[in-house]
C-alpha cells in the first residue's frame, strides 16, 4: 500500500540555522510530492510541489525541497530559519486516486 | 485574493444534534475535498469531488457523515447524528482536475460535540 512516512515528530533549532526536514515515500511510479506548512489555528498553506521534472524545486518563503527516486525521499530544506517558520509542516503524496498526508513535523526555533 | 471559505468557524454541540459545515471552493476550482484532523488521527482524507460528482467517500463514516456538492460555488458536510469522537477540525480543499492533487485550504472548522 501506498504511504508517506516523516519519521521526525518533532525539531527544534536555532534561529539562522539551517533545516532540513525529511519525506520517504512508498509507492512504484513517481508520485505527485507536496509541502504544506500548518501554522497553529490556520489551514494548511502549500509550500512547494513536485511533478516531473528538475529535481530540485523551489517554494514559498525560502524552502526548497528535493526528489531522489533512489532514496523515494522529498526533504525539504531551508538554509536559514527564521522565528517565523515554526509550524507543524506535511509532506503529502498524491498517486492516481489516492492522496495521503504525513503524520507532520513540528518545527520549534529558538531565539 | 481568492480563498477557500469555511462556515461556521467553530461549532459547539450536542451530541445527537446534526451539524453541517460549508466550503465554498475557490471560483473555477473544479475539485473539493473534505478532511478531518485530529490530533490522534492526523490528516484523514474523507471525501472528494471532480466537477460536483463524488469520486471517493471511502474515508468517510457512512452511516452519521454525508458530502454534497449542490452547485460549484458550495460544498457540504453533514454529521447526523454526532457523537463526541467527530470532535475534530475538518478542512475544505479545492483545486484543478488538471493539477494532480494541488489542493489549497480553507481556514477549517472546529467541531466540539458534548
Known amino acids: 500500500a501506498q504511504s508517506v512516512t516523516q519519521p521526525d515528530i518533532h525539531i527544534t533549532v536555532s534561529e539562522g540555522a539551517s533545516l532540513e526536514l525529511r519525506c520517504n515515500y512508498s509507492?512504484?511510479?513517481?508520485?505527485?510530492l507536496f509541502w504544506y506548512v500548518q501554522s497553529p489555528g490556520q489551514g494548511l498553506q502549500l509550500l512547494l510541489k513536485?511533478?516531473?521534472?528538475?529535481?530540485l524545486v523551489q517554494g514559498i518563503k525560502g524552502f526548497e525541497a528535493e526528489f531522489k527516486r533512489s532514496q523515494s525521499s522529498f526533504n525539504l530544506r531551508k538554509p536559514s530559519v527564521h522565528w517565523s517558520d515554526a509550524a507543524e509542516y506535511f509532506c503529502?503524496?498524491?498517486?492516481?486516486?489516492?492522496?495521503?498526508f504525513g503524520t507532520g513535523t513540528s518545527l520549534t526555533v529558538i531565539p | 485574493d481568492a480563498r477557500v471559505t469555511q462556515t461556521p468557524r467553530h461549532k459547539v454541540t450536542e451530541m445527537g444534534q446534526e451539524v453541517t459545515m460549508r466550503c465554498q471552493p475557490i471560483l473555477g476550482h473544479n475539485t473539493v475535498f473534505w478532511y478531518r484532523q485530529t490530533m490522534m488521527q492526523g490528516l484523514e482524507l474523507l471525501a472528494y469531488f471532480r466537477n460536483r460528482a463524488p469520486l471517493d467517500d471511502s474515508g468517510m463514516p457512512k452511516d452519521r457523515f454525508s458530502a454534497e456538492m449542490p452547485d460549484a460555488t458550495l460544498a457540504t458536510l453533514k454529521i447526523q447524528p454526532s457523537e463526541p469522537r467527530d470532535s475534530a477540525v475538518y478542512f475544505c480543499a479545492s483545486g484543478l482536475v488538471n493539477a494532480f492533487w494541488e489542493q489549497f485550504f480553507g481556514p477549517g472548522t472546529r467541531l466540539t460535540v458534548l
Open positions: 513536485y511533478f516531473s521534472g528538475d529535481t
Open positions: 503529502a503524496v498524491g498517486t492516481g486516486n489516492q492522496f495521503y
Open positions: 509507492y512504484g511510479a513517481t508520485p505527485y
